[in-house]
């Protein structure tokens, strides 16, 4: 498996060579930093494009196929538009927080986002308690909805705003209790340690079995509620909320939640193949050598995008099936349903573990 | 020439769309004080992202309301441009499909929508109550037109329009906006009636 | 039908009646209608009250000479559906209807000048447009006589202070159109809903009397967008009998067969919107791309996909296309598959079920009494199919069941639609192969006068009853054509069925109730 410290202490030594440690480490920053919002960027136009053209599938369409090749650069076209696009200020807003709400949103979104490890020592951010700082940072996001129903002034901003906070804050829990149940089986908080142990051991839903695919469950329906996607956007359910908590907002600001709501999805999927389908590590079958060695060939960060989009494409099948449900049954799904799971699966990981029966 | 390249529409010859000189007068109009190299492409650039990307508001007061739904369903399918993303927010919105009769009593509430929407916007009048009052121009609680309000991009005939009329509009529209200037000057749009 | 058995009331006499035809199973009132006779006839009220049971009309009218201030009784407290009908009489004719808790304008702004119905009005001359926002009060006006025959008011709120009232409407996706609700809620509940309805008010009752009859045929047709043929099936039929036309064998099956296609386009179109309310985008499409299938037939037959201008005085405007009957056997296989994806993908889903059993309820006493005809009464187990109860066309010649659910719910207005699709296909398929040979249109002398008299005639549109009422004097343009708005009733019986439920239910209840706002607003 091709190690990419390779390439960043290559780098690192390289800019060592003709600058002090301080600069050398600043510059090391800005590049990361380049990287991860060109790269923020590049996913959304691809998960945007991509939603387009599977819902069209689904609902016997052909979706975006006039701006270039299959529609293929249509998502630049409104790229484009939005920059160019009025920001409207208005009058009875608190102006700060309502400017404020969208940037939060995004940067909650980069810093999860950061968390994912692409590749064998491909990992922006990685120390060992890196899922509990994914969680952390996570929860900024709820802010920025909740502060930009309230900023808003607008009655379906603040409803919708209301219904996310309480909708999240919700499913944390869930989210939580999930990984914890995984971080029983592994042992470590880690992203970077919990690929390496899949990559040595097994992926995570196989080494766990019955309790890990639940788990892998709960959380992708947690994860789906998390990102305010069908069936669970309540939030801005447009049918009753117009366009929910970000009903006031125009232009770039808006592009921003837009952004968001794509990149929240592909990192939800992102952090479900970390933790279970065991992230850069490739498929191994025990037993096969000759299929594993092929398998070794194709690098991590592929293995690492291809499984996320699998489960992306899993949580958009869902959203473009399934009827939105109503807040309190929302709520009711989690506090009486997977909470109690999620639970259960603890105690039954914490005992296969301590019992041995797992692989 | 030049105008025929800058508003090309894919697979739709510059010489089958209807009322051309209107059109280039417009253009002509618009680049009387001549233009710069450099910010025409750039404002070819936004243009062409502006005509690609006409998120419509989701809007219709009558008949040709349904028949802006079946323009977004299977046959019609007006996401092959694009245009899918219809947003329920007036703010988020770039054209207004005005489609249906306009009462007195909707009257200001469509001109506040109008003022609510983020430029650039644009307004198509679909459907002949839209345009005049229609069948009902006789009528004492009819606005005979929006443009008595709001200024009209495009006019869509019909009663109500074909989905494919309504695929034309939007066209028409494309091509106005991609001769639009970002730079250095104001679009001299339609005045704001005197009303 | 002609009406010359109304009965003349006096004002006094009025409320002594009506109690006593409500005792008598009078219970459903199906038209309140406002008039004015000019000076000598005065101001005054047709009603119109049917016995759910035996299917027997009854007419009555009033009138009251006083056009500064006209007064005559309510009864509303007598079927619940008269409130808003008195609403709208109040707001054409300027009728103040004492005991009426609630006498405001209903389709026009508050600060509306005049009563644009009243023969003598200068609606247009009174009202320029106005561009500022529309006042909406929070309070309202009772108007009671005094023994002596003094006028006095009283104030009732419908909002108070403490409410935290949310505008659903004019503009906003789940109305399917411009409608305007004030939803006073309490977190996610509805506590009370006020309908605030005109904004698509054409005024197409007052542009009718001054059109020929031919004319007038072409605004039924933008009235229920999704009833066109059948409302103008009813006007047509409506001008036939009072003239004394009878149409051929043929353009009664034909007539029949294009008002079934247009119930089921109708329903798809309910199935389709309901989906996409309740966020199952996938399902909407699916319903639109079945209803294409119609809209080519339609097309094919008529030249019009939404708005078909096919019936005609006399007949049909044109005999159908050759194809018409093999398009239509094609399609019924289809349609019969393709029912079947859609309890596939969204009747089953435990989601919707969840969301729709229970919700909304009306009951069968409540249906009557609000006038909800069609889907929304049959789900609540109110036998009220025009078709069967007063047939008409060729109705009597066919066998198909009036489709009827117990519960009166979302979840059963749902299902009524959908089974109704079937039954429609059912109706089509004995007939279609059997379209007598015949004229597809009477000659009808060039200017077409109705004599002298009233008349009503009712058909089952796509949903409920949809009544034309017209009164001639002889003229070539009718005196007052007034049109029995499906989905009037509908909308009155919102509040009722939103109350206590929560903001997302009355998504669902709206799209269940499926109402038309056009038609509302005439």
């Known amino acids: 498996m091709f190690d990419f410290t390779k390439v960043t202490n290559w780098i690192d030594a390289l800019l060592l060579s003709f600058l002090p440690g301080w600069a050398a480490t600043l510059v090391e920053c800005v590049l990361v930093a380049l990287v991860i919002i060109t790269l923020y960027a590049v996913f959304a136009i691809i998960l945007i494009y991509m939603e387009r053209k599977i819902c069209a599938f689904f609902q016997c369409r052909l979706g975006p196929n006039r701006v270039g090749k299959w529609g293929s650069i249509q998502v630049l076209a409104d790229v484009l538009k939005m920059l160019t696009k009025e920001i409207i200020d208005m009058k009875n807003v608190d102006r700060l927080l309502h400017k404020m709400a969208p940037f939060l949103v995004i940067v909650a979104s980069m810093l999860t986002f950061a968390c994912l490890p692409w590749n064998k020592g491909a990992g922006v951010i990685d120390f060992n308690i890196g899922i509990f700082f994914f969680l952390a940072a996570g929860s900024i996001g709820v802010v920025g909805i909740l502060l930009a129903g309230w900023s808003s002034n607008n009655k379906y901003a603040l409803i919708g705003a209301m219904r996310s906070g309480a909708q999240i804050i919700s499913y944390e829990v869930s989210i939580g209790l999930v990984m914890l149940t995984m971080i029983v089986l592994t042992g470590t908080m880690s992203f970077s340690e919990i690929c390496q142990q899949q990559a040595d051991l097994g992926w995570n839903i196989f080494r766990g079995h019955i309790p890990a695919a639940l788990a892998f469950i709960v959380y992708l329906i947690a994860g789906n509620a998390e990102c305010n996607r069908g069936p669970f956007d309540m939030p801005e359910a447009e049918s009753e909320l117009t366009a929910g908590y970000h009903v006031e907002y125009s232009g770039m600001h808006f592009g921003f939640y837009y952004l968001a709501e794509y990149l929240n999805l592909f990192i939800c999927a992102g952090i479900a193949s970390t933790i279970f389908l065991g992230g850069w590590a490739p498929l191994h079958i025990w037993g096969l050598d000759g299929f594993n060695h092929v398998m070794d060939y194709i690098p991590g960060a592929v293995w690492m995008v291809g499984k996320t989009f699998f489960v992306v494409f899993l949580l958009m099948w869902i959203r473009w099936t399934f009827p939105r449900l109503r807040i309190d049954q929302l709520l009711a799904l989690e506090w009486k349903y997977l909470m109690p799971l999620s639970l259960v699966l603890l105690v039954v990981m914490a005992l296969c573990v301590s019992l041995g029966l797992t692989f | ?195 | 039908m002609t009406l010359d058995n109304i009965k003349t009331l006096e004002p006094a006499q009025l409320r002594q009646e009506m109690e006593g035809l409500k005792a008598k199973g009078f219970d459903f009132l199906s038209n309140l209608i406002g008039m004015d006779w000019g000076k000598e006839g005065g101001l005054g009220v047709v009603y119109c009250v049917e016995n759910t049971n035996t299917h027997e009309q009854q007419w009555l009218k009033t009138a009251t000479a006083d056009r500064e201030q006209p007064v005559l009784p309510t009864v509303s407290d007598l079927w619940d559906i008269a409130n808003i009908y008195e609403r709208e009489a109040y707001d054409f004719y300027g009728i103040i209807f004492a005991g009426h808790p609630d006498m405001r304008r209903i389709f026009l702004r508050e600060d509306w000048v005049g009563y644009p119905m009243r023969k003598d009005d200068k609606p247009e001359e009174n009202n320029p447009l106005r561009m500022d926002n529309e006042p909406l009060a929070d309070d309202t006006t009772e108007y009671s006589v005094a023994a002596d025959g003094t006028v006095t008011t009283k104030k009732n709120t419908i909002f108070g202070p403490d409410d935290y009232v949310v505008n659903i409407g004019p503009q906003h996706p789940s109305t399917h159109g411009v409608l305007h609700f004030r939803v006073a809620l309490e977190g996610e509940i509805i506590r009370k809903i006020d309908p605030v309805l005109g904004y698509i008010h054409r005024g197409v009752e007052k542009l009718n009397e001054s059109y020929t009859y031919p004319q007038t045929l072409a605004l039924t047709d933008r009235l229920d967008y999704l009833a066109a043929m059948q409302s103008r099936h009813a006007l047509c039929m409506c001008i036939e009998k009072a003239m004394g036309i009878e149409v051929s064998e043929r353009v009664q099956v034909v007539r029949t067969i294009l008002d079934e296609l247009q119930r089921i386009d109708s329903h798809i179109l309910f199935f389709s919107c309901l989906c996409q309310d309740m966020g199952a985008t996938t399902a909407f499409l699916y319903g639109f791309r079945d209803r294409e299938k119609i809209l080519d037939i339609f097309e094919e037959t008529c030249g019009g996909r939404l708005i078909i201008n096919y019936n005609t005085i006399g007949g049909l405007m044109a005999d159908i296309h050759p194809n018409f009957q093999k398009r239509v056997k094609e399609f019924i296989p289809y349609m019969r598959k393709n029912i079947k994806e859609y309890h596939a993908i969204f009747t089953g889903n435990v989601i919707f079920q969840n969301r729709s059993k229970g919700i909304g309820p009306l009951t069968k006493e409540q249906a009557i009494s609000f006038g909800c005809t069609g889907g929304t009464g049959r789900a609540t187990g109110w036998a009220n199919d025009v078709r069967k109860n007063h047939p008409y066309a060729a109705y009597d010649k066919v066998d198909f069941n009036q489709v009827l659910r117990e519960n009166g719910d979302s979840f059963d207005r749902y299902m009524i639609r959908l089974d109704e699709i079937l039954e429609s296909l059912n109706i089509i398929e004995q007939l279609i192969d059997n379209i007598p040979e015949g004229n597809y249109k009477e000659k009808t002398k060039p200017i077409i006068k109705v004599p002298e008299g009233t008349y009503y005639q009712a058909v089952e549109s796509s949903r409920g009853e949809f009544g034309v009422f017209l009164e001639s004097k002889g003229d070539k343009s009718p005196y007052r054509l007034h049109y029995r708005s499906t989905g009037l009733p509908l909308v009155a019986a919102m509040d009722t069925a939103c109350r206590g439920f929560k903001i997302a239910d009355f998504v669902t209840i709206g799209g269940t109730m499926d109402y038309i706002v056009p038609d509302i607003d005439r």
């Open chain 2, 1 to 195: 020439m030049e105008v025929k390249k800058r508003a090309k529409i894919k697979s739709f010859p510059y010489e089958e769309f209807k009322d051309n000189e209107t059109y280039e007068k417009l253009v002509q109009e618009l680049n009387a004080n001549g233009a710069n190299v450099i910010v025409t492409q750039l404002d070819n650039l936004i243009d062409w992202g502006r005509s690609n990307s006409l998120w419509p508001l989701t809007f219709a007061t009558s008949c040709c309301g349904i028949e802006f739904m079946a323009v977004c369903a299977a046959r019609y399918d007006i996401a092959r441009f694009g245009f899918e993303v219809t947003r329920n927010s007036p703010r988020q919105a770039d054209v207004i499909l005005v489609s249906g009769t306009i009462t007195t009593k909707m009257a200001p509430v469509l001109k506040r929508l109008y003022d609510q929407m983020a430029d650039p916007k644009y307004v198509v009048a679909v459907g002949g109550c839209a345009i005049s009052g229609g069948p009902f121009t006789k009528s004492y609680h009819v606005l005979k037109g929006v443009d008595k309000i709001i200024p009209v991009d495009v006019y869509v005939p019909g009663c109500p329009p074909r989905p494919e009329s309504f695929l034309y509009g939007m066209m028409q529209l494309q091509r106005k906006v991609k001769v639009e200037q970002f730079f250095g000057t104001t679009n001299k749009k339609q005045k704001e009636p005197k009303e």
